[in-house]
C-alpha cells in the first residue's frame, strides 16, 4: 500500500468531516447572527408577522418582504446601549408569553404594561427606520436625488 495516497485520503477525509455540520440544514436556525441578543426562531417569525402589522403589504411590499424584523434584531443587536438592550429583551420575553396566552395579541394591544410598551415603541422606530431607509423606499418611492431640485446647466441669467 502506498503510505501518499493513504496519507492524502486520510487529510480529504478529516476535512469532509470537519465542514460535513455547515452543509447540513438545520430548521431551528435564525436567519441572522447575533451578538448580545439571544431569541429563539420562534421568536423571529413573531417578530416578522410584528414587521408586518406596522408596515402591512398591500399594492407595495410589506416589513417582512423587505426583511424588516432582520434589520431591527441587527440594530438592537449593534447599537442599543446595555439598558435599553435589556429593555428590549424582557419586552421581547414577556410579549412572547403573552402572546403565547392570547393568539391575537398585536403591538397596538401591547400598550398595557411599562416594558410592553417600551418594546412596541423601540420596535416600531426600528422597523419605520429600516423602511424609509431600505432601497425599495428610496429608488421606487421617494427617489434619492443628489442635489434637491435638480441641476439644470444651461439656464440663461437675467
Not at 493513504?6 to 438545520?26: D, E, H, R, T
Not at 447575533?34 to 410584528?50: H, V, Y
Not at 435589556?86 to 420575553?93: R, T, V
Request: proline share 4%; hydrophobic share 40%.
Amino acid at each position: 500500500m502506498n503510505r501518499r495516497i493513504v496519507l492524502k485520503q486520510m487529510i480529504w477525509m478529516g476535512a469532509a468531516i470537519a465542514f460535513m455540520p455547515s452543509c447540513v440544514y438545520k430548521q431551528d436556525k435564525l436567519s441572522i447572527q447575533l451578538k448580545r441578543l439571544q431569541i429563539s426562531p420562534d421568536q423571529e417569525k413573531m417578530l416578522a408577522s410584528l414587521a408586518d402589522e406596522v408596515v402591512p403589504t398591500t399594492n407595495t411590499p410589506g416589513a417582512a418582504d423587505l426583511g424588516l424584523h432582520l434589520f431591527a434584531l441587527k440594530m438592537a443587536d449593534d447599537c442599543f446601549d446595555d439598558a435599553s438592550l435589556q429593555k428590549f429583551s424582557a419586552g421581547l420575553k414577556q410579549f412572547t408569553e403573552a402572546k403565547s396566552k392570547k393568539a391575537t395579541l398585536g403591538l397596538q394591544q401591547a400598550a398595557d404594561d411599562a416594558a410592553l410598551k417600551d418594546f412596541a415603541r423601540m420596535y416600531k422606530s426600528l422597523i419605520v427606520r429600516g423602511y424609509t431607509q431600505s432601497e425599495y423606499y428610496m429608488t421606487k418611492l421617494v427617489p434619492y436625488q443628489l442635489i434637491p431640485g435638480g441641476y439644470k446647466g444651461c439656464v440663461p441669467v437675467a
